[in-house]
């Protein structure tokens, strides 16, 4: 038998149709199906990060190559306000569905009425929270097109091209229950660090009031110690029916973004520091 007809089931149309649409839907919760970026596989999301990539990667630094910086300091300001107000929002609207996260902390089960308004709520505000996450891509376009290239770090593109895939799984697969902790957690954690970045376009006049910046990155290790309790907690309570896999999943990936902004953290505010006062202490002994 020839290497062709043996691939040959494997790249029928059926078979083809199989893997890019219908293996999606198997499992799926058949409401997420409706909304847009949700129908079969998550093949337009893995584009856009495909595509952010390669700004990042190639186009952008192409197009930035012998073009001064711009300046974009009001459209920073009007975006981040955007940012804030959404955020604002969706963590507002996490309380009044979720019974102010409550409902998210344990073995809560997903509802899957879909005559339900309440949970056509949750619908919407899990939607646009996954939304948000593209939205959210535009930290580092302005990044190159600011050429600030040295905040472009590992860790800010990892998280960035990570979690629209992250929130599209559990969209699709988990839209509710203890699987919102992270929406009602991460809206709440946006809301301050938005606010924060809206407050340092204002230049140096509003310097000496934003001595908090550091606390942000402890409020996102926080927030990962957080997440993984949670689903810690769900792995060892008694008549779960929550998938564990999820929890898995949520732990792993929790724990490595934990690390990456605990060594964010410790370059940025132990190790610099140290050297800044290395480096003072060798002028005065010279």
Not at 31 to 50: D, K, N, Q, V, Y
Not at 75 to 98: G, K, P
Not at 270 to 286: A, D
Request: charged fraction near 15%; hydrophobic fraction near 50%.
């Amino acid at each position: 038998m020839s290497l062709a007809s043996n691939w040959s089931p494997l790249l029928s149309d059926k078979s083809f149709n199989f893997y890019y649409y219908d293996m999606w839907q198997l499992y799926d919760d058949p409401r997420s199906a409706s909304w847009p970026f949700f129908r079969g596989g998550p093949w337009s999301t893995l584009a856009i990060i495909a595509s952010y990539l390669y700004f990042v990667k190639v186009f952008g630094p192409e197009l930035m190559k012998g073009r001064n910086a711009f300046d974009l300091k009001k459209i920073i300001l009007i975006y981040n306000v955007f940012m804030v107000m959404i955020s604002v929002w969706m963590f507002t609207e996490a309380c009044l569905l979720l019974n102010w996260g409550l409902d998210t902390w344990g073995c809560q089960p997903v509802n899957h009425n879909a005559n339900d308004p309440i949970e056509d709520r949750k619908l919407l505000l899990g939607w646009t929270f996954f939304i948000t996450k593209f939205i959210e891509l535009s930290d580092t376009v302005f990044f190159i097109l600011r050429k600030k290239y040295s905040q472009l770090s590992g860790l800010h593109i990892i998280h960035h091209s990570m979690v629209p895939i992250l929130v599209w799984i559990g969209f699709k697969f988990l839209p509710g229950g203890a699987n919102a902790f992270f929406l009602y957690i991460n809206s709440l954690v946006h809301v301050i660090m938005y606010c924060y970045y809206a407050l340092s376009t204002f230049g140096p006049r509003l310097q000496p009031y934003l001595w908090w910046k550091k606390y942000l990155t402890k409020l996102q290790i926080i927030q990962f110690v957080l997440i993984i309790t949670n689903s810690v907690r769900l792995l060892f309570l008694p008549n779960c029916s929550a998938p564990k896999a999820f929890s898995y999943l949520s732990i792993v990936n929790a724990a490595l973004f934990l690390v990456l902004f605990a060594s964010f953290y410790r370059q940025s505010y132990f190790v610099s520091k140290y050297r800044h006062k290395s480096k003072k202490l060798l002028q005065t002994n010279k």
